[in-house]
Every structure is written in C-alpha cells, then in structure tokens.
C-alpha cells in the first residue's frame, strides 16, 4: 500500500500536500482587499454582466467553479468555452473573457486571445503573471501558487479557485450587487479553506490505503457530483485520466441514467462528491444496485469525509485533495512515474 508523506520524493504528493501553505500565502495577498471591492478595483477593468471563461484541462474546470460561483452569488450568466474551440465563439455586450492559465504559454489559449473578437475586455488569471499571456491581456491577476513541476496541477488549481472567487466577491461588491456584510462573511468562509484543506490531506492519507488496494485492477470508473460539485468531479476524472492511465469519465450524478449507468458492472467505481445534495443518495443507490463499488467524499458519513462548509461560495473545494490523492495513490501503486504521465506535457505550447 502507497503512504503520502511530506517527505514524499515526487513533486506531485509534496504539491498535494503544500496546498493548505500555499492557500494561506494567497489569503494573505488578497484577502484583506476582497470584501471592499478594491481587488476588483484594482484590476481597472470596465463593469460587467456576464463572463466567459476560457481554459484548458485543470485550468478550464476551475473556471467552471468561479462561473457557477458568479451565477449562484450574484445571479450572472457565466459559460466556459474549451480554448481550442474558442475562435467564433459569440461574445455578448457586457462580457468579461476570463482566461484562465496556470502556465500563461498554453497555445490554445494564446490563440484564443489573438482570435478574440475586437473591444471586449479580458483578465488573464495565470500562475506567471510575466507570462504571454499575462503581458498581452487587458488586466492580470496573480493565483501565487509558487512554482509547480508535477505535470498534473495541484495546488494552482486550489489557489486559481480562490483567487477566482475572490475576484468574484469582490467585482459584485464593487457593481452594488452584493453588500459588504455578506462579502465579509463569504471571505470568512475562504478563510477556512486552508484548514479545510489540510484536514482533508489527513483523512484521505488515513482512508485511502485499502481503498485503493480495491480498485488497482479496475479498467475505468466514473466521477459524480452535483451542482458545484460536478467541477470538482471533472477534476477528479481528469486527474486519474493524467496519471494512472485509466479510464475515467465525469458527469452530473443526474446524468447517470441517461446513458453512464450502463458502464456499471459488478466491481466499477464510482467516486461521487458528495456536498449533501439529497438527490446523490438515489444515484448512490442505482450504482449499488448494479453492484458498483462507490467511494464517496464529502460530507459526515461518506468513505472520506472533508469539512465543508454548505454554503461555501467555492462549493466542495476540500473534496479535491482526497480526489488528487485517490490518483496519485493509485498511480503509485501500479508503478507509474505520477510526475511526468506518458504522452503529457505541463505547459503545451503547440496547437
Ligand atoms: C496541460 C497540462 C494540464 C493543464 C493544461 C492547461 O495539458 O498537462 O495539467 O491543466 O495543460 O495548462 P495551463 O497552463 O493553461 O493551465
């Protein structure tokens, strides 16, 4: 059985493990400037009323938080668009491009932006704010994640998403749609993740051992959440995608019936965020029936459990470490080098 530990010698599990640290660090930037709408201010960015995010991989699932983030907090219209397939896309009046990067060099996402219509804003969110990327857009924002080498992303995913929903906070306080007392209390809640995290680390290390010693042999499995949780389920998926080489595929648990349930046989699993929406239970149930093996992480009496706090404006954003460790520790257990995964690369600069 594989163990995580700090002093785990690939970048991956010492990447895993930094996020809280690396959380932290990033509240400690922004945090005091969020609830005023000085961190949107800042930016010098116009007023908007919709936004697009634009993104590849891990990067265009974090983007899907912050999106349904907007939507849910300050009733904004959000899509996210596959940077590849960008180009032609129709940008309404109103609409804030957010291009999210951890890299900054990503050839789809650079093109994306030379193939942006004319006289629509647009804020880079990068882990390199010297990046091409950073120096070519109208405003830039830092996710100050520190350098990551693991081909797979880790903590720039958890520390795009925080600054992201801070950068969301903070543009509805700045537009008068949100107040500041509630700001406060969402900042509150971003306040906690760094030990929402960590506590999240300590479960899985516990927990996950004879979990995944039963589904080394499995050929694919299937990701399930709802609501804020179907991005963190996508990441999930393509997490184990990245580096065990199995077959993964992500879906709103709602979805389930409408072709996915027939993937399932005696054995499969099914790994299912679980942030209490109370529809997860039926799906739970269908899978059972069919003799899947569900592993659920979230809330109290899941497989592994992870604080979560309902209301949080990030949705289940601990459920991802247990998530990135779940690959790494299967990864590790069939003798694959999780830092450099076959056939991947960590910034693609070709198209
Ligand atoms: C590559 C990496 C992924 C990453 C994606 C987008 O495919 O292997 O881990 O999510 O690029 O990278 P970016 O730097 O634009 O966030």
Excluded at 279 to 302: C, D, F, K
Aim: charged residues 20%; negative net charge; proline residues 5%.
């Amino acid at each position: 059985t594989f163990s995580l530990t700090l002093e785990a010698d690939d970048h991956m599990a010492a990447e895993i493990l930094e996020q809280p640290e690396a959380a932290t660090r990033l509240l400690e930037e922004v945090g005091g400037r969020i609830a005023t709408g000085a961190l949107w201010n800042d930016l010098g960015l116009p007023r908007f009323d919709r936004m697009r995010v634009v993104a590849c991989g891990t990067s265009l699932n974090a983007g899907e938080v912050i999106g349904s983030a907007l939507s849910r907090l300050g009733g904004l219209a959000h899509s996210s668009v596959v940077a590849s397939e960008a180009a032609g896309s129709v940008v309404e009046p109103g609409t804030l491009t957010v291009m999210m990067s951890q890299s900054g060099e990503t050839a789809d996402v650079l093109r994306a932006l030379d193939e942006s219509p004319e006289g629509f804003p647009v804020l880079a969110l990068v882990n390199n704010v010297h990046s091409t990327l950073g120096r070519k857009v109208d405003a830039v924002l830092s996710c100050s994640a520190g350098p990551e080498i693991g081909v797979a992303a880790t903590k720039t995913f958890v520390c795009q998403i925080l600054v992201g929903t801070g950068l969301v906070i903070s543009s509805l306080v700045a537009s008068g749609r949100m107040d500041t007392a509630q700001a406060r209390r969402l900042v509150n809640d971003l306040y906690l993740v760094p030990e929402q995290l960590a506590e999240a680390a300590a479960a899985a290390r516990a927990l996950l051992p004879p979990l995944v010693d039963e589904v080394r042999g499995a050929k694919g499995f299937l990701f399930l959440g709802r609501g804020a949780g179907v991005a963190y389920a996508a990441e999930g998926a393509l997490k184990l995608k990245e580096i065990t080489y199995r077959w993964a595929e992500a879906y709103p648990a709602g979805e389930l019936k409408h072709g996915p349930l027939a993937l399932v046989e005696q054995g499969t699993p099914v790994v299912v965020v679980d942030d209490g929406d109370p529809r997860l239970a039926g799906n739970i149930a269908e899978v059972r029936a069919r003799g899947g093996r569900i592993i659920t992480i979230g809330r109290a009496g899941s497989s592994i459990e992870v604080p979560l706090s309902l209301a949080a404006p990030c949705g289940p954003l601990a459920a991802v470490v247990p998530l990135q460790m779940l690959a790494l520790g299967l990864a590790v257990e069939l003798g694959f080098d999780a830092d450099k995964p076959r056939n991947l690369a960590k910034s693609v600069t070709v198209d």
